[in-house]
């Protein structure tokens, strides 16, 4: 891999330049690509279209077999995606992994789901009745941010393509290759060419995408200002949007937790995936009888995994870190920091970093801690630690967010809807729900008997 350079370029017809892909971890260049323009990607959109035409004909048992070949293609290369998401995005290999799992799971729960999905029938009066179907949408399309590439292109397709319909995806600049990995896959896997398309490009590629009129969906992983502009492309189109955007999430920690798990995961809460991670609990709320000793040893926890890590001792202060190897230090890094004796008005509290920082913040009491917990225009994700069963489904019930953790915090089983609320977005991700996002209702109403004229 030390000379892998993926050149992803096409035949541009009215392509808008080319830009350049990275290896965070050395800063070489790994990939140059095409960012395509309104023509192209009106010719990815007639190709989807006449592969949904095939795909949508399929019945549901057809469907899932092609899945659950994709999703078994996916286990068999795992380490391959791994590594090329790594080299990529730059996030840990066992982290990679730890992804490419999310995704054959998420492919093979769509794929079972796919052949039961059916409509209702309904009894009308002299023998007449109706029936509903539920049918795919058309061509969908997928923007993804650059944090999890494959994740997201997997996540955003399973369900779409199981419902039926074809999705063009659109990877993140940053991360353009392990969307292609995929597209590979499912062409593998059988389903028909131009059925699930990667088009390459930034902003400008996302325009020509959200507005084309033969698009019917608009699924979007991002931050919240372009999730606004989707928004507003999508609903001159009247076009439904599912909107998967950032979050500042709370994670609360009451005294009669179990410290060891509270701390541990209060450090996975902050520092998966580098801190960048939209659900991440980067407000952690500490209940003031035990923040001594909380703040104690979330750092030496943090210390002993940095060593780990990187093979010796870095100060806890949110540098920028430059590594001893001279392959790396080209590379981007910094160390995790952690923030203690935080106000709720600090611009750390209150705005979405996206790196390894946690604010620490004292409360005391369940009432207090809920208001401020709250008291943020995002809603994506919120945690709490309490050995008080009744305490932690009360708090739960009343924490403004789309998922919350009970003495855990950032799983993503596949069974589990995933998604925000308020400014962090609606619709969801994962879980039988999320099939509604994918297709739409139609009634049939069948007369048995004659009409009379009503004129
Ligand atoms: N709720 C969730 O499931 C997740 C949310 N995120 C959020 O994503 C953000 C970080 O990702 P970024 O890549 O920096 O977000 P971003 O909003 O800058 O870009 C996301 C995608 O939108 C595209 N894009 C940018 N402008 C566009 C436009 N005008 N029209 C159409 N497409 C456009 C980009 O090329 C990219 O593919 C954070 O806020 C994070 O919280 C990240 C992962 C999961």
Redesign the pocket.
Known sequence: LGTWNYVLVGAPVDASGTEKAFEPATGRVIATFTCLGEKEVSLDVENAKAAFKIWSKKCGRERCQILLEAARIIKERKDEIATVETINNGKSIFEARLDVDTCWQCLEYYAGLAASMAGEHIQLPEGSFGYTRREPLGVCVG??????PFQTACWKSAPALACGNAMIF????FTPVSALLLAEIYTQAGMPPGLFNVVQG??AT??FL?QHQDVAKVS?????P?GM??MEMSAKGIKPVTL????KSPLIIFSDCNMENAVKRALMANFLMQGQV?CNGTRVFVQKEIIDKFTKEVRVLGFVKLAKEQGASVLCGGDLYVPEDPKLKEGYYMTPCILTNCRDDMTCVRE?I?GPVMSILSFDTEAEVLERANDTTFG?AAGVFTRDIQRAHRVAAELQAGTCYINNYNVSPVELP?G?YKK??FGR?NGRVTIEYYLQLKTVCVEMGNVESVF
């Open positions: 923007i993804g941010a650059w944090n999890y659109k990877p993140s600049p930034g902003a996302g325009q959200c979007f992983t991002g931050s919240v372009t502009k989707i998967e955007l950032g979050g939209c979405e996206f994506l995933f925000g962090s977005g991700e």
